[in-house]
T-cell receptor, first 107, second 110 residues
Framework: AQRVTQPEKLLSVFKGAPVELKCNYSYSGSPELFWYVQYSRQRLQLLLRHISRESIKGFTADLNKGETSFHLKKPFAQEEDSAMYYCALFGGNQFYFGTGTSLTVIP | NAGVTQTPKFRILKIGQSMTLQCTQDMNHNYMYWYRQDPGMGLKLIYYSVGAGITDKGEVPNGYNVSRSTTEDFPLRLELAAPSQTSVYFC?????????FGQGTRLTVV
């Protein structure tokens, strides 16, 4: 069965510290993985996708098929990174979202 | 380009009342979704649709109904509102691996 797991509901880091948001997935085929972000009182928006292999706002994510993980990383957290982050899997023409991790960057 | 539009933005309902949350998209997407986001929790799929005339249940469909008479519109109906349905509701549409979200409807049932 398809599943996206984000083990941390809440994550707090100090400004300037590295941050890693964990995401593990379960999917029988070859999935496409995404990270979506929701800033306070705004709609969800795409942050990055594994296919693009890009860095957005300093964030990167590497798809590790062996560990079935797609962790989101940033070397130096900023206050404006405080938001809700959702890992998502696209497969079988559907999206599956994790339960989200609320990131707070402490000044 | 409007994208995904939800109305209303806010609503307070009394227990037992009914209402319809509207969602429309102008991108001609076949796939549309309704999610709820409870305080401090993640997204839970209520219903989804793969095209006009086709709908299916998600993870938490109880207490809700949907219809999809056109490609553009995917309304969510609450027949007998309950306090447990207090939540923020998000509508989304997708084309291939691209998903677009509405700005949400904050619903309080008292």
């Amino acid at each position: 069965a398809q599943r996206v797991t984000q083990p941390e509901k809440l994550l707090s880091v100090f400004k300037g510290a590295p941050v890693e948001l964990k995401c593990n997935y379960s999917y029988s085929g070859s999935p496409e993985l995404f990270w979506y972000v929701q800033y306070s009182r705004q709609r969800l928006q795409l942050l990055l996708r594994h296919i693009s292999r890009e860095s957005i706002k300093g964030f990167t994510a590497d798809l590790n098929k062996g560990e079935t993980s797609f962790h989101l990383k940033k070397p130096f957290a900023q206050e404006e990174d405080s938001a809700m982050y959702y890992c998502a899997l696209f497969g079988g023409n559907q999206f599956y979202f994790g339960t989200g991790t609320s990131l707070t960057v402490i000044p | 380009n409007a994208g995904v539009t939800q109305t209303p933005k806010f609503r307070i309902l009394k227990i037992g009342q009914s209402m319809t949350l509207q969602c429309t998209q102008d991108m001609n997407h076949n796939y549309m979704y309704w999610y709820r986001q409870d305080p401090g929790m993640g997204l839970k799929l209520i219903y989804y649709s793969v095209g006009a005339g086709i709908t299916d249940k998600g993870e938490v469909p109880n207490g809700y109904n949907v219809s999809r008479s056109t490609t553009e519109d995917f309304p969510l109906r609450l027949e007998l509102a309950a306090p447990s349905q207090t939540s923020v509701y998000f509508c989304a549409s997708s084309y291939g691996d691209k998903a677009f979200f509405g700005q949400g409807t904050r619903l309080t049932v008292v």
